[in-house]
């Protein structure tokens, strides 16, 4: 790996690298990837970026991202083939993304994520650049919790499950589930200042870094995607999601917590003739 940095920071557009991911934060496993983060100050090649990858067995390249404003390179480095995903951004780019999240308060997930990872990278070059981005982060902006709550605790339709039990529909059952608990997930990390990791990633992780979070909310939660029951299921998570509205109307009481309340129990009632 030590190659490829040196590599990307030798170019002179080039204004910072970084290693973020599990990898920085220093719990990747078996399965992990090495994620870094370089940061041009003009728009790079294709061709500069797999001359810059030269070190590499094999190299991918993507296009750019719109909606992300990011080039993206998939690399295998030897000698055992470790996957080596690298962003390439914009310094300016990047630049509006933290300005974005640190000031003007978006709630984005996509700026979050990149916040995130410059907040956790380790920088191989531009350590002023990086320092005065993660600063910037920390500590995290009450307004920013406030902006994320309002963004992701309004949990509608949660009652439908009933309708996809009925209807024997384990898949939509689970994606009800699953949307619901990473809406209440986006809640409880904000309400803790985190901007990741990603819970759909590294959900114990993420759960283990709140000091403020329901009772035993990792095994619960656990439960509610493992327990076979789905009235069950239904139950657990409603409890976690009251609770975490305890939470925010605690830590945060200029939520209207009475009105997300009012739309996640709402229930359809079921009409008992046919139509």
């Known amino acids: 790996m030590a190659p490829l940095l040196r590599s990307y920071a030798s170019d002179p557009a080039v204004d910072a690298v970084v290693v973020s991911g599990s990898t920085a934060r220093g719990h990747a496993d078996r399965w992990s990837d090495v994620e870094m983060g370089v940061f041009w100050s003009t728009t790079p090649s294709d061709d500069r970026r797999r001359d810059l990858a030269a070190s590499a067995q094999n190299c991918r390249l993507f296009p750019y991202d719109e909606s992300e404003r990011c080039w993206a390179d998939d690399l295998e480095l030897e000698p055992d083939g470790l996957l080596t995903e690298v962003v390439h951004m914009l ?29 956790d990278g380790q920088p191989a070059s531009g350590e002023v650049l990086i320092g005065r981005w993660q600063r ?38 689970a994606r009800q589930f699953s949307s619901a608990a ?24 993420a759960i283990a870094g709140m000091q403020t979070a329901p009772p035993d909310l990792f095994p619960r939660l656990h439960s509610v995607f493992t ?29 209207d917590v009475q009105r997300l309340r009012q739309v996640f129990r709402h229930q359809r009632p079921p009409i008992d003739h046919t139509i």
């Open 91 to 119: 310094t300016a780019d990047a630049e509006t993304f933290v300005n974005d999240v640190t000031q003007r308060f978006d709630p984005d997930p996509g700026k979050r994520n990149v916040v995130a990872g410059i907040l």
């Open 227 to 255: 327990d076979p029951a789905a009235p069950q299921a239904a139950a657990t998570l409603t409890t976690l999601i009251e609770q975490t509205y305890d939470i925010v109307a605690e830590c945060l009481p200029e939520v």
């Open 182 to 205: 990473r809406q209440m997930i986006e809640v409880l990390m904000a309400v803790n200042g985190q901007y990741g990791p990603k819970p759909e990633k590294w959900l114990a992780r």
């Open 136 to 173: 910037q982060a920390t500590p995290y902006p009450r307004e920013l919790a406030l902006a994320v709550v309002n963004a992701f605790g309004m949990i509608d339709h949660f009652q439908r499950w009933r309708v996809l039990y009925e209807r024997d529909n384990p898949m939509q059952l």
